[in-house]
């Protein structure tokens, strides 16, 4: 039983595509993130969300946006895919402050 | 702000040698200091976390850290390397309270282990 789970594991698309990553915990946590790592493995944060407020990374272009339907779940929808979107998204969750829990990572690669 | 510096992007020790990955931070408040280990292809696994109270912390797999105030490190150490510890390994920072800020990661070090 998966603590945090990703899907799709690998997603490929053209330029101008949508699409989206569905993550979902079932930790009980009420926070949940999403984090991007490059090709450098640098992991930077881009949203975090819980059921009062969605925090975003002033970086994130506004291509991307976070879609929560419920506390268990925060998936992450890109318009308009870019050939530098091209990177392994993280989804994580965590309880207060405690430590974050993270997926096992979707890799995009836009074409 | 708050910030992450990993000295060395790579480290390579022989199997069975100390393993010593430093960790800077940077924090205008105290911080909550974690280290991850990311294996290939895989998501982020939590080695330990630094919040309060000792500042020797002991982590998963021999794992520790010391958290020093003066000189704003958090450096892992392992005594003897095994080949299965091979991995990326990343120091993060956030602040108490600021769990929805999500964490600040190093760039990380490449941990190589030779036979």
């Known amino acids: 039983d998966t603590a945090v789970s990703q899907t799709p594991k690998y997603l490929v698309t053209q330029m101008g595509n949508d699409k989206s990553i569905k993550c979902e915990q079932n930790?009980?946590?009420?926070?949940m993130y999403w984090y991007k790592q490059d090709s450098k493995k640098f992991l930077k944060i881009m949203f975090s969300y819980n059921n009062k407020e969605l925090i975003i990374n002033e970086t994130v272009p506004n291509r991307f946006s976070p879609k929560s339907p419920d506390k268990a779940h925060l998936n992450l929808h890109i318009n308009s895919l870019e050939l530098g979107d091209s990177a392994v998204y993280f989804c994580?969750?965590?309880?207060?402050?405690?430590?974050?829990?993270f997926g096992p990572g979707t890799r995009l690669t836009v074409l | 702000a708050q910030s992450v510096t990993q000295l060395g992007s790579h480290v390579s020790v022989s199997e069975g040698a100390l393993v010593l990955l430093r960790c800077n931070y940077s924090s205008s408040v105290p911080p909550y200091l974690f280290w991850y280990v990311q294996y290939p292809n895989q998501g982020l696994q939590l080695l330990l976390k630094?919040?309060?109270?000792?500042?020797l912390v002991k982590g998963i797999n021999g794992f520790e850290a010391e958290f020093k105030k003066s000189e704003t490190s958090f450096h892992l150490t392992k005594p003897s390397a095994h080949m299965s510890d091979a991995a990326e390994y990343f120091c993060?920072?956030?602040?108490?309270?600021?769990?929805?800020?999500?964490?600040?990661f190093g760039k990380g070090t490449h941990l190589i282990i030779q036979p």
């Open positions: 930790l009980g946590h009420d926070t």
């Open positions: 994580a969750s965590s309880q207060d402050d405690n430590e974050q829990f």
């Open positions: 993060a920072v956030r602040y108490s309270g600021g769990g929805a800020d999500g964490l600040t």
């Open positions: 630094y919040t309060t109270g000792a500042t």
